[in-house]
């Protein structure tokens, strides 16, 4: 898979304004099916012809277009208990639930964790989903129950998921007149946020209506359209019939990966200007160091590094926001000083940190712990790090903790610890010791 362009890339002016929207709550991203080409998933057009062809033998089905999805959908719903036909024989016509995430669908759900985008999703597949999932688990609303029961952030399935093959919307009834709770989060979405559609050639259309009426109150209806070819293919395109005077700048001629490469690339560039210092200010020479090591990762690489480190996050709540990650990455560089200069650092999978040949596991934690607690976070890190790199006698963190409750240790020693995210068949060795020390974020902050 592709990781994306290191953060030290420039970004496009219309990434930057739609950063600015993120940060103010105000950013929606409507997906569809485009995102998921990569990954192997049919276009519209073959997934018909391929349906279609299934449906040659059932008795009674007869398609004049058997180019166009919703045509051949449609052709087959008509036929007796056909929607439900229609609706679990295509599932069986590619791989919706196991396609490989692309950069595309593991951006979206970082940026859905970090709660910089509100996402709808209009493909069936789940890529998104299972993108982060062995990290952190994003909900996903399919139907109308979830949508009303779940909390924080999730993802909005509004044509339905191949994990519910009864919420599949794929006719064009179905697209007209979509469940009433589709509807309600899609207008409160485009009436409250700047949307942005991407990988979505055609609108459904319920949305069509939205979109139009939007359009006569708020200028534009504050959309932006991103698709390779959307400059060069607007004559054509279905979106000059519904925004016929969309400026070009709001149109954005990327791939669904170069779009949300860009601007996950400035969320976290945000971090990186609030670790350099006020704007016109030379920063220290240890954070500097940090800076220009950190920028070498990519938005994906910076994003799971930074959501691995944190502690406490729920889904929803910015770990590139939060001022113990300032303070963890100051912290870094302050360690790496030396007389004369400052130590080689690099950035390490995972959640660690490498000073020279020390390596660091970073901790951020999010909440007010007590001394007992920080010991399992510690021991459940240092059995990710012992299965992630082999045994090992002894595992050194940096701990962000805004406030502990009782005395900081130094070290724990002769810890039993476990890889938690093995497989039980992968613990062929079982319980391993190891010693645990420890350097606190807020006491190297104190001796600078």
């Given at each position: 898979m592709d990781k994306g362009q290191p953060l030290r890339e420039p970004v496009d002016a219309a990434v930057l304004v739609l950063a600015s929207e993120a940060r103010d709550c105000r950013l929606a991203v409507c997906a569809g099916a485009g995102i998921s080409l990569p990954a192997g998933l049919p276009s519209g057009a073959e997934l018909a012809h391929r349906l279609d062809e299934r449906f040659q033998r059932v008795n009674g089905y007869v398609c004049a277009d058997t180019g166009d999805l919703l045509t051949v959908a449609d052709a087959a719903a008509n036929l007796d208990d056909g929607l439900a036909a229609v609706q679990?024989?295509?599932?069986?016509?590619?791989?919706?639930?196991?396609?490989?995430?692309?950069?595309?669908?593991?951006?979206?759900?970082?940026?859905?964790?970090?709660?910089?985008?509100?996402?709808?999703?209009?493909?069936?597949?789940?890529?998104?989903e299972r993108s982060w999932r062995r990290v952190e688990y994003i909900s996903a609303a399919r139907n109308e129950l979830e949508a009303e029961y779940l909390r924080g952030q999730f993802v909005l399935k509004i044509h339905g998921c191949c994990t519910q093959p009864e919420t599949l919307l794929i006719t064009s009834r179905q697209l007209r007149d979509a469940p009433l709770w589709t509807k309600i989060y899609f207008q409160a979405e485009l009436a409250q946020s700047t949307m942005v559609f991407v990988g979505i050639g055609d609108v459904a259309d319920y949305a069509r209506l939205r979109i139009t009426e939007l359009a006569q109150l708020v200028e534009h209806a504050r959309v932006r359209v991103v698709s390779p070819g959307i400059l060069a293919d607007w004559d054509a395109s279905a979106w000059k019939t519904l925004l016929p005077d969309l400026p070009e700048e709001r149109r954005i001629a990327k791939t669904a990966d170069a779009f949300l490469d860009e601007l996950a690339r400035e969320w976290v560039m945000s971090l990186v200007r609030e670790l350099r210092g006020p704007a016109g200010t030379e920063p220290p020479q240890c954070t500097a160091a940090v800076v220009e090591a950190f920028v070498e990762l990519t938005a994906l690489e910076a994003l799971a590094w930074l959501r691995r480190a944190a502690v406490g996050w729920s889904v929803g709540e910015s770990v590139v926001r939060a001022p113990g990650t300032v303070s963890a990455l100051e912290a870094v560089g302050l360690l790496a000083r030396k007389e004369g200069g400052t130590s080689t650092i690099r950035f390490l999978a995972g959640s660690a940190v490498a000073i020279e040949?020390?390596?660091?596991?970073?901790?951020?934690?999010?909440?007010?712990?007590?001394?007992?607690?920080?010991?399992?976070?510690?021991?459940?890190?240092?059995?990710?790090?012992?299965?992630?790199?082999?045994?090992?006698?002894?595992?050194?963190?940096?701990?962000?903790?805004?406030?502990?409750?009782?005395?900081?240790?130094?070290?724990?020693?002769?810890?039993?610890?476990?890889?938690?995210?093995?497989?039980?068949?992968?613990?062929?060795?079982?319980?391993?010791?190891?010693?645990?020390?420890?350097?606190?974020?807020?006491?190297?902050?104190?001796?600078?």
């Open positions: 679990r024989v295509v599932l069986e016509l590619a791989p919706f639930s196991t396609a490989p995430p692309q950069l595309a669908h593991t951006l979206l759900a970082l940026l859905v964790a970090e709660n910089a985008v509100r996402l709808l999703l209009t493909n069936w597949d789940d890529c998104v040949e020390e390596r660091l596991e970073v901790v951020i934690c999010r909440e007010r712990l007590t001394s007992s607690d920080l010991e399992t976070v510690f021991s459940d890190r240092a059995g990710r790090v012992v299965g992630r790199i082999g045994p090992r006698d002894d595992v050194h963190m940096l701990v962000a903790a805004s406030s502990v409750r009782g005395p900081k240790p130094r070290e724990l020693r002769g810890i039993d610890v476990i890889d938690p995210d093995a497989a039980p068949d992968e613990l062929i060795g079982g319980e391993q010791q190891v010693s645990i020390r420890l350097t606190w974020v807020d006491e190297v902050l104190e001796a600078a």
